[in-house]
């Protein structure tokens, strides 16, 4: 297990955090190069070398890749593509993008990499401002989907406590809300709006719940001003929103309570 203290990596000098980065990029473009067929041939036909990466400023030199590439590289090629830089052996998991733009692409996991997503997991939702007393209500899917059991994995290293509930399940929550009072849901930014509807419908406010801090993902609209006031109106508790992907990580970043620019409704 790689070792996590909480609040210590979020908290970096800029220049400390800033060598790690470069250091990390220097091996990673290396590993890629070596180990990638896609990778070798898209960076040899750009005249790019691993040795070309000096500093972060040198991250722009890399040709960009874009999602038709990774289609492409797994079109015609067995296991996951021509882009591929692990040994089949090696992949404990695989998981699928939801396919909104196109054909889903797969993407495989080494125990490495599972240890790596849990990491940035656990970063990205103490950055977001959950702490190990927390529970959390996860009503998103725990299949296919890159979002369901690796942020399971990273909120249950960060210490705070797991309640799946998934997709489709809105008495369930509702009942499981009321008797464990989490203070934390993690959901899409639609559902969080049919979720208040829902609870309206059965005599009841959003705020009864208690739930203080709600998590977005998945799909647009966590972001937009219009959207998260009226979410965190509802609920009164405070939206922050994670990103990631299915080709990157399950969540990469996510706003800080301090980054929040809209009003705060606690």
């Known amino acids: 297990m790689l070792s996590y203290k909480h609040g210590v990596e979020e908290q970096l000098e800029k220049e400390v955090l800033q060598n790690l980065q470069t250091e990390k990029l220097k091996r990673q473009v290396d590993y890629v190069y070596r180990h990638s067929p896609m990778y070798a041939a898209k960076f040899d036909k750009a005249g790019f070398k691993p040795e070309d990466i000096q500093t972060l400023d040198d991250l722009a030199k890399i040709p960009f890749t874009e999602k ?7 079109k015609d090629v067995f296991d996951l593509g021509s882009h591929q830089c692990a040994d089949m052996e090696d992949v404990i998991r695989i998981h699928s993008s ?6 889903p692409t797969y993407v495989g ?7 790596v997503w849990t990491d940035i997991v656990s970063r990205v939702y103490y950055t977001a401002g959950v702490r190990p007393e927390h529970k959390v209500i996860f009503a998103m899917g725990l299949s296919f989907f890159v979002g369901g059991l690796p942020l399971k994995d990273g909120i249950e290293r960060l210490g705070a406590t797991f309640i799946p509930i998934g997709t489709g399940a809105s008495e369930r929550l509702v009942t499981t809300a009321l008797s464990l009072k989490p203070d934390v849901l993690l959901c899409t930014p639609s559902y969080a709006n049919y979720l208040a509807d829902y609870i309206r419908s059965i005599d009841m406010d959003p705020k009864d719940l208690g739930i203080k801090l709600i998590g977005t993902g998945g799909e647009p609209g966590g972001g937009l001003p219009e959207v998260r006031q009226k979410i965190e109106q509802d609920w009164g508790a405070r939206v922050f929103e994670a990103m990631g992907n299915a080709d990157m990580a399950p969540v990469v970043f996510s706003e800080c309570p301090d980054g929040i620019s809209l009003p705060r409704i606690m």
Request: neutral net charge.
């Open 68 to 74: 038709w590439e990774i289609r492409e590289s797994q």
């Open 98 to 103: 939801s396919g909104t733009t196109g054909k």
């Open 109 to 115: 996991i080494t125990k490495r990499d599972s240890e």
